[in-house]
């Protein structure tokens, strides 16, 4: 079985308000409950999504049969250079986001 792991952008779409990605996302979920795929999210949607009603939502994904699994890095909060190595402290430019800048 394949393992999906879901973005948090995609979580984020299963309650949006267009359809279209809603319904993209919920052919994802029905995959799963086909037992075609597995899908998952890393722990660091939390640090994404602290509060507010998405972060009520993301913690009830178990429901739908998305569980949470570990991760091995994240920009920003991930130690580099082993466990006493410096924290990544690339300094952010306004408007772009981090992954765009580390590609």
Request: net charge negative; no cysteine; proline share 4%.
């Amino acid at each position: 079985m394949d393992l999906l792991t879901l973005d948090t952008n995609v979580v984020r779409d299963l309650w949006r308000d267009d359809q279209q990605w809603r319904d993209a996302v919920e052919q994802l979920l029905a995959l799963a409950e086909a037992a075609e795929v597995d899908l998952v999210v890393t722990r660091y949607i939390h640090d994404d999504v602290p509060g507010g009603a998405l972060a009520r939502r993301i913690s009830a994904l178990d429901q739908l049969g998305i569980r949470r699994m570990g991760g091995v890095f994240q920009l920003d909060v991930s130690r580099l250079n082993g466990e006493t190595g410096p924290r990544h402290a690339a300094p952010r430019s306004a408007g772009v986001a981090p992954a765009i800048r580390a590609a």
